[in-house]
């Protein structure tokens, strides 16, 4: 399961983590965000110690969304040592995000 990242916690959980890290940013109300969740928990699963897998739910968390230029949802970040290395916005099929996330790990 993914990891709930705030506008507090983001800094702890993202940009200080030794690990890649995917971020989801979504909505309750996004329909392709609904789609993708699932997905994103799936490879929170089974990337669990390798990497970290967490959502911001935008309509809770402004300031954080706000930073990055979140536009349009769902938007998927790459961070590698506290840096947005890659993004991917729109639903897209699993091996696209696995391969993204892969690519950070190398």
Known sequence: MAIE???SNFEEIVLKSDKPVLVDFWAEWCGPCRMVGPVVDEIANEYNGKA???K???DN???ISSHYGIMSIPALLFFKNGEVVDKQ???VPKHVL???LEAQMA
Do not use: L, W
């Open 5 to 7: 990242i705030n506008d």
């Open 52 to 54: 970290i897998v967490g």
């Open 56 to 58: 911001v739910d935008v």
């Open 61 to 63: 968390n402004p300031v």
């Open 89 to 91: 916005v729109g639903a």
């Open 98 to 100: 696995v391969n993204k």
